[in-house]
């Protein structure tokens, strides 16, 4: 699995929108990008997926850049229970041998009244 | 099950002691992992099963670990004569080849914390 790199720490004010960045300059063509997050003193919990486009679900949106070496997780209206680690990881495509899943550091995101 | 069940939720052991810490992953689910989660830390990878496949044990710190998984389900990792470093919590998760919204995502238990004396 390719590798990623995200930033330590970022703050964000409630109510604005959180982007937390990821690059995966080493990503292959077969692998998607995978975003988790994780609440204190839980497992981690998953957001959103995605291979080229750009995706939007109820939680967040994804964005890609189109030599997919980085991503973009938005959170439009940050509040103060999406305070969490964010972990961005590159696997394999869905509905093949998955093999791990590798997680780095993750960012940690505090979200501020 | 409705989500992935670990036990114990928190163990409390003496160094040089054995440990058994269980995972019940979701039915139906063919994929299993293990992590190790220390304090302040991100998720590091232990242990990779795959349905009838053999286990991908390549993120196993020392041979004091080791994990099995019984008839595709339930899954024990076994920790023996832990040492202080080996405080952490360790969490599992399961996923499906066959999800039915094809995205493959890991489901993760709350985990299990482990605390050697």
């Known amino acids: 699995d390719a590798k990623t790199t995200q930033p330590t720490s970022m703050d964000c004010a409630e109510g604005r929108a959180a982007n937390l960045p990821c690059n995966h300059s080493?990503?292959?063509?077969?692998?998607?990008v995978y975003w988790y997050r994780q609440i204190h003193s839980q497992g981690p919990q998953y957001i959103i997926h995605?291979?080229?486009n750009n995706e939007t679900n109820e939680m967040a949106s994804l964005i890609i850049t189109e030599d997919r070496k980085s991503s973009t997780l938005i959170l439009p209206h940050a509040t103060l229970r999406d305070t969490a680690v964010y972990y961005c990881?590159?696997?394999?495509?869905?509905?093949?041998?998955?093999?791990?899943?590798?997680f780095g550091d993750g960012t940690t995101l505090t979200v501020k009244p | 099950g409705a989500g992935v069940s670990q036990s114990p939720s928190n163990k409390v052991t003496e160094k040089g002691k054995d440990v058994e810490l269980r995972c019940d992953p979701i039915?139906?689910?063919?994929?299993l992992y293990w992590y190790r989660q220390s304090l302040g830390q991100g998720l590091e990878f232990l242990i990779y099963?795959?349905?009838?496949?053999?286990?991908?044990k390549s993120g196993l710190p020392s041979d004091r670990f080791s994990a099995e998984r019984t008839g595709g389900s339930v899954s024990t990792l076994t920790i023996q004569r832990t040492q202080q470093e080996d405080s952490a919590v360790y969490l599992c998760?399961?996923?499906?080849?066959?999800?039915?919204?094809?995205?493959?995502?890991?489901?993760f238990g709350a985990g299990s914390r482990l605390t050697v004396l």
């Open positions: 099963f795959q349905g009838n496949s053999a286990p991908d």
């Open positions: 995605g291979l080229k």
């Open positions: 990881i590159v696997r394999v495509a869905p509905n093949t041998n998955a093999g791990k899943s590798t």
């Open positions: 080493t990503i292959s063509g077969n692998e998607y």
């Open positions: 039915s139906g689910h063919t994929a």
């Open positions: 998760a399961s996923s499906s080849h066959y999800d039915s919204s094809g995205a493959n995502v890991l489901t």
